[in-house]
């Protein structure tokens, strides 16, 4: 009688474990990062980039401080290792976040100094946009797919980076009413830099920007005397830059 008693209840234990574990499962299935967590993926990728050659403290700080993986629009879902992770990330589309690496090299080669006004080409997710707004630059932004422009304007307000201004167009046109600028990022590859943003440069202005078709790499501009001063820099891969219909314009989008 004893044993059966004791069988019973070896029985009822193990399978109240199984019971336990399978629960557990699903808890970890249904998973939701916590602030904390975000948090510490975002001090990883920062340290990650010190490693690299990124020593603008200012840059670092901001990387530190933009919450990377909610310019990453909701049905893509990162996991913290993702959001964070030193690659781009899909956005919708078939564009894509750029690389943090590429988002801190860049914004560091233009040398930027807070209060200066800078035109995005490409604002993607509004990621880069947001990064320079943290550093104080006076950010307008072009990107020429609708829907991602729409999902930049709304993430950027909602972080509280209102200042920034995305115009819905094409940033071969560049942004003529608010040229000249102090400096031109391009985040999507042309087959050559456009005369257009060229000319709507600064004296002393600088640009960053992504050459070619197949194989590209990243050239910088410096207007000085109003003679343009071309390095080719290192080999990149973008998206390309492409070119809109014939009967568009940039004039600003309804919501701007
Ligand atoms: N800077 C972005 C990454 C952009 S990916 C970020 O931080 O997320 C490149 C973007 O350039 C895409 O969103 C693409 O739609 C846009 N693009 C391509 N051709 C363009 C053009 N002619 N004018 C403006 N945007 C363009």
């Given amino acids: 009688m004893n044993i059966q008693i004791t069988q019973i209840c070896y029985f009822l234990i193990s399978i109240s474990f199984v019971l336990l574990c399978l629960s557990c499962a699903g808890k970890t299935g249904d ?11 975002r001090k990883k990728m920062v340290s990650q980039l010190c490693a690299y050659r990124i020593k603008d403290e200012g840059i670092l700080a901001a990387m530190n401080k933009v919450r990377r993986h909610l310019f990453i629009p909701e049905q893509s879902k990162p996991s913290p290792s ?15 976040i750029s690389q943090p690496y ?17 035109l995005e080409i490409g604002t993607g997710s509004g990621y880069q946009a ?11 932004s072009i990107e020429i797919i609708p829907q991602l422009a729409d999902h930049a304007r709304e993430v950027l307000k909602a972080e509280k980076y ?36 060229i000319d709507q440069m600064k004296e002393g202005g600088r640009m960053i920007i992504p050459v070619g078709s197949g ?5 910088i501009l410096r207007k000085k005397d109003g003679k343009i001063l071309r390095t080719e820099d290192v080999p990149v891969r973008f998206v390309p830059m492409v070119h809109s219909t014939p009967l568009s314009t940039n004039a600003p989008a309804k919501g701007k």
């Fill in 215 to 219: 194989f590209q790499r990243l050239d």
């Fill in 82 to 96: 993702y959001a964070y992770g030193d690659h781009p990330y899909p956005i919708g589309f078939n564009q894509t």
């Fill in 102 to 118: 590429i988002v801190a090299y860049m914004t560091q080669c233009l040398e930027l100094k807070s209060g200066e006004k800078v």
């Fill in 162 to 197: 209102e200042s920034v201004q995305v115009l819905t167009g094409d940033g071969y046109m560049g942004w003529p009413e608010h040229a000249p600028f102090d400096a031109i990022i391009v985040t999507c590859a042309p087959d050559d830099v456009p005369q257009t943003l």
């Fill in 130 to 140: 947001a990064m320079l707004a943290e550093l104080g630059i006076k950010v307008y």
């Fill in 31 to 41: 998973h939701v990062e916590t602030e904390k967590e975000w948090t510490v993926a």
